[in-house]
């Protein structure tokens, strides 16, 4: 019963770009992390991607990360605390303010790094087939002119 609710309640939502641009994100969301774990990355999900794709290469303060990722300082916190366990991340002093710390990524985690660099190319590949190179194309331009940031 709660199920034909659902099919019901989505049949009747509007068909628009917003819908369309959430549900491809997902669905790219969700290939990229079982690719990662197949991969060998057991511990990667997709809650923990969207704080992996806040800390850069280089590493930053700890502080600013939880301003990047939007959302509460217990949560950056807890999941901080996974990838360090996982041996993914590290916290070190901040040299430059005595209480802060820096996140950084482990050898682990810029191996994990350079197989998710493959993997989003892999998919990127497979995007490209399904759309051919002009419609690939045309998505990319699209998306980028959506950007609302221009260093983009």
């Given at each position: ?110 191996a994990a790094l ?39």
């Amino acid at each position: 019963m709660v199920k034909q609710l659902d099919e019901d309640v989505i049949s009747t939502l509007a068909d628009h770009v917003g819908w369309r641009l959430w549900q491809a994100s997902r669905a790219w969301q969700a290939e990229f992390a079982a690719a990662m774990r197949a991969a060998g990355h057991d511990w990667f999900s997709e809650a923990r991607a969207g704080l992996l794709g806040h800390i850069p290469r280089g590493g930053i303060r700890q502080a600013s990360l939880i301003e990047r990722a939007g959302v509460s300082k217990q949560a950056v916190q807890q999941l901080l605390d996974g990838l360090e366990a996982e041996g993914v991340i590290e916290r070190a002093p901040d040299p430059h303010d005595k209480r802060g710390k820096l996140v950084r990524y482990t050898a682990r985690g810029l191996a994990a790094l350079s197989d998710g660099d493959r993997i989003k190319l892999d998919i990127e590949r497979r995007y490209r087939e399904r759309l051919g190179d002009g419609g690939f194309d045309a998505l990319m331009t699209a998306l980028r002119a959506l950007d609302h940031d221009p260093v983009r």
